[in-house]
């Protein structure tokens, strides 16, 4: 089984705008539905869009986390939220227009004894079983919760995908995660330089290897993404999907593509692919890809192993 958390979950409200963001103004704007938001939530989506199963773990509060969870079961999603007793679930607000721009809200407190609850949840999680880790870490939690929460999993055969940046992604190389997933920036601020070409890619890729990552697939915008296994292979795939006009879950659904691959027995360059086409699907959708969407796109690539760069 698939899991994911999400530690600080939110209510996306998606505004698209038909003219330029004016400052000081006001601006008119055409609203969709609230949309259920957080990276390992968008996971546990786009994997169930891809027939995979997974269960979303994670924290909810007060009215708007009620929303949240409600939104989910209609979505058909399984879950297992712990409902926080004070504060709220944050709303985040997406404003679409020529360029893109977010405001997302503060999430509530997540108190030692709701994360003492999430671990015992945990416990549950047997060898063979995935979790996924997305997202940034709440105010006033530990950087390294992913690290403490991944610790007693990996011992117990438990693999782990995570998903975040900085030093909270650093501190779970040592758990030797089955995939980190940082974007081209993230990776070059991990290892303290500009990165110019995929042969430099590569080598910084390399070195969170060393420190523990088993497989680090880098997500590059316009010019795709790129894989350097745990054999050692690096796979590289283009851009899919034309225009991006939304890039909001597109690195989510890159890890769910990805996921779903390996959870069908497939290889890494399947995966790559995979990931790649659920990656671009999103990023050309108003809202998270469909399956339909992603298996058209995933046709248009091919084989992709490139044993040296």
């Known amino acids: 089984m698939i899991y994911t958390i999400t530690l600080n979950p939110a209510l996306d409200y998606v505004m698209q705008l038909s003219a330029p963001l004016e ?57 297992d939220m712990i409902q926080l007793t004070h504060g709220q679930t ?46 940034s870490i709440p105010a006033g939690m530990p950087t390294d919760i992913y690290c403490r929460l991944m610790a007693p999993l990996t011992v117990r055969g438990v693999d782990c995908v995570v998903d975040t940046t900085g030093q909270a992604l650093l501190d779970t190389l040592n758990c030797h995660p089955l995939l980190i997933k940082p974007n081209k920036s993230e990776l070059a601020e991990l290892c303290g330089h500009p990165l110019q070409d995929d042969a430099a890619i590569v080598d910084a890729a390399a070195e969170l290897q060393k420190r523990g990552a088993r497989n680090v697939l880098v997500s590059l915008g316009a010019d795709g993404a790129l894989l350097l296994d745990e054999t050692g292979n690096v796979h590289r795939t283009p851009a899919v999907g034309g225009k991006p006009v939304n890039t909001v879950g597109a690195g989510d659904s890159m890890v769910a593509g990805f996921l779903a691959a390996l959870y069908n027995g497939e290889s890494y360059d399947m ?12 990023a050309c959708s108003a809202e998270l890809a469909k399956k339909e ?17």
Not at 116 to 132: F, H, I, M, R, Y
């Open 23 to 79: 400052i000081g103004e006001t601006n008119r704007a055409a609203g969709l539905p609230l949309q259920c938001g957080g990276k390992g939530i968008n996971v546990s989506l786009v994997l169930k869009e891809l027939d995979v199963p997974s269960v979303a773990l994670g924290f909810a509060a007060g009215q708007t986390g009620e929303w949240l969870t409600a939104m989910l079961a209609e979505k058909g999603l399984k879950q």
């Open 271 to 282: 995966a790559l692919r995979l990931g790649s086409a659920a990656g671009g699907a999103t």
């Open 90 to 135: 944050r709303i985040n607000v997406k404003l679409k227009g020529t360029q893109e721009t977010e405001i997302n809200g503060v999430g509530p407190e997540i108190s030692q004894q709701a994360l003492e609850q999430l671990a015992q949840k945990l416990k549950a999680l047997k060898a063979g079983d995935v979790l996924v880790l997305a997202g």
């Open 293 to 309: 969407e992603i298996l058209s796109l995933l046709e248009t690539l091919q084989y992709t192993e490139k044993p040296e760069i």
